[in-house]
Nanobody
């Protein structure tokens, strides 16, 4: 079991930065691929970023490449998402997710068995 709690969302102007953090509890964090997804109002859930077990490999959605950075600290059971150069189209609820089964990075939401409650990010123009 993995319990996930996101924090760090809020309102920011376009061009600004935010850091989201996800705190995980449970014994399987270090053996879980971790991901961030987002869902804007009226839209489908979208893959944002994922990181492998050791943190040595990452993957990003096309719309955030070069602007967002995912990282993890297995000693602290946390995974962060640093978001730079934010755009109004980044406005969404951001979710932290854990895949404790496959061991490989996946962009498919249904492969992640554990989800946080989400944190709102709003980017004003």
């Amino acid at each position: 079991q993995v319990q996930l709690v996101e924090s760090g969302g809020g309102l920011v102007q376009a061009g600004g930065s935010l850091r989201l953090s996800c705190a995980a509890s449970g014994r399987t964090f270090s053996s879980s691929v971790m991901g961030w997804f987002r869902q804007a109002l009226g839209k489908a859930r979208e893959f944002v970023a994922a990181i492998n077990l050791s943190g040595s490999s990452t993957e990003y959605g096309e719309s955030v490449k070069g602007r967002f950075t995912i990282s993890r600290d297995n000693a602290k059971n946390t995974v962060d998402l640093l978001m730079d150069s934010l755009k109004p189209e980044d406005t969404a609820v951001y979710y932290c997710a854990a895949d404790a089964e496959t061991g490989v990075i996946t962009t498919t939401p249904r492969r992640y068995g554990y989800w946080g409650q989400g944190t709102q990010v709003t980017v004003s123009s």
